[in-house]
């Protein structure tokens, strides 16, 4: 292993998944403004997450699903009178 590519300033930091409210601390590096007082009392750094496994769908089983076909069409719509130009022959879509 590398020598002295690891950073040295670990610390405790509380995450925090803004879309369901889950937290959970865990040693870590992030940079944080804001400080929250966890469960024990004490104040930690406090770094806000958009998505963590409480929250996303993969993790959830709640997938939503994707309309490609509708995608698909919408797309042939937008594109489907576009010609393109390939090695100098048209090429119509």
């Not at 002295?4 to 995450?15: A, E, G, M, Q, S």
Request: with cysteine; net charge positive.
């Amino acid at each position: 292993m590398k020598k002295d590519i690891h950073p040295k300033n670990y610390r405790l930091v509380v995450f925090k998944d803004v879309s369901c409210g889950y937290a959970f601390l865990t040693r870590s590096t992030a940079p944080s403004d804001e400080t929250i007082v966890w469960e024990d009392g004490k104040e930690y750094p406090l770094v806000k997450l958009e998505v963590s496994s409480r929250s996303h769908p993969f993790y959830t089983g709640k997938m939503k699903f994707v309309d490609t076909a509708g995608r698909i069409d919408k797309f042939k719509k937008k594109y489907g009178k576009t010609t393109f130009v390939i090695d100098e022959k048209e090429v119509n879509q």
